[in-house]
């Protein structure tokens, strides 16, 4: 199949909450594998963090901040060996960043997730040589 072949699934979804100072993608990932979800998705999530990481397009570092921020939006795919999300955030003056979410972001208050899973498919990751990073692979399961 091509990367513009589309792949039908049903979904179901999972919602949860996150507790100060936990880290988003150590408890992702454990929820991830505690119920082996091959495809999922950020379908919503709000909250806020004090501890950010970002690494903005074309960069290769990752950015750190520490202070209060609120969650404007988190989305991307998921599966049970790696993600690609991004965060875009605000501060305490309402000036936003964004770009894609790296281990390091620590919970301030709360942090309200659902997760979608499509229930027929795998995510998987593959190099890719127009991109030069690991991009998504869709495969039935």
Sequence with gaps: MTPLTPHVSSARFWAFRLLPGQEIFSQLRRF??????????????????????LRYAGREETTRLTGKFEIISLNGTIELAAEHLHLSI?????????????????????????VGELTALAFTRAPCPLSGYDELVIAPR
């Design 32 to 53: 991830m594998e505690n119920h082996q979800i091959q495809a999922g998705w950020i379908a919503g999530c709000t909250g806020s963090l004090t501890d950010v990481a």
């Design 90 to 114: 605000a501060d305490p003056d309402g000036a936003m960043l964004g770009g894609h979410m790296m281990p390091g972001c620590t919970v301030r208050t709360t942090l309200e997730i659902v």
